[in-house]
């Protein structure tokens, strides 16, 4: 009986102390050293939406706020990706004309594929230019401010992600996301971050896009300090 209080007793600190130790794993897995990577850049979190709903990530299974994305924002933010993974020469990028040249069909096929299948066609493009992984963007919500610097009626609003995906394995090595609709400091005193890089004012989709996306690869960059080249 006293066997069974005492383990009664500690079961919510076994229990507390299993979960997080799964959270840091989870949250520290490494990423190991990447020399070459292929660049697929990022793709609409739709391509079929209409209207105002929620759309699901193909590879996290995360949903997000949707809203209709152009191609133009799609080009900006692959130019974004593309200018911040240059950084430092860390990488040698294969660039997405490349990968569009070479795989026609398997590059319009990537926006309509299940997770099992999308993973498998990053792995064989992956393995055809030698790479070590490859990375692919989602872009699920694009609004624009409405007003100005200092007054705005609707303020900017933005959500993608990203993925790195091993050629080896074809599996994850690597997700991050941005989902952020920008706020008064008033209403959300723990932002502080966006309002200070924001110098006060309401900033608009790209400068808050750029915020995320420049924040994202200095993880990835921060991740392979140590790596030989």
């Known amino acids: 009986m006293r066997r069974l209080y005492y383990i009664i007793l500690l079961l919510p600190l076994l229990c507390a ?44 299974e995360n949903t997000f706020r949707g809203a209709r994305v152009s191609d133009k924002v799609i080009a900006y933010m692959t130019e974004l990706l593309l200018r911040d993974l240059s950084k430092k020469d860390i990488f040698s990028i294969t660039y997405p004309e490349e990968v569009k040249r070479e795989f026609l069909d398997l590059y319009d096929s990537i926006d309509n594929a299940n997770r099992k299948l999308l993973l498998e066609y990053l792995r064989q493009i992956g393995l055809a230019f030698n790479a070590d992984a490859v990375i692919l963007g989602h872009i699920f919500r694009w ?13 900017a609003s933005v959500a993608f992600d990203i993925h790195l995906v091993g050629v080896e394995k074809g599996e994850v090595l690597w997700s991050d996301e ?10 959300n005193l723990l932002d502080i971050k966006t309002f200070i890089k924001g110098k006060g004012k309401w900033m608009t989709a790209r400068k808050l896009a750029e915020m995320g996306i420049t924040n994202m ?13």
């Open 178 to 187: 941005f989902d952020k609709t920008q706020r008064a400091l008033s209403e």
């Open 217 to 229: 690869i200095n993880r990835l960059i921060k991740s392979q300090k140590g790596c030989e080249r």
């Open 143 to 155: 609004e624009e401010r409405i007003g100005s610097d200092f007054a705005a009626s609707r303020p």
């Open 17 to 60: 102390c299993a979960f997080q130790r799964h959270k840091v794993l989870w949250r520290e897995r490494p990423i190991p050293c990447l020399k070459r990577i292929v660049v697929i850049g990022f793709r609409p979190g739709s391509p079929t939406f209409k209207g105002s709903s929620y759309m699901r990530c193909p590879i996290s």
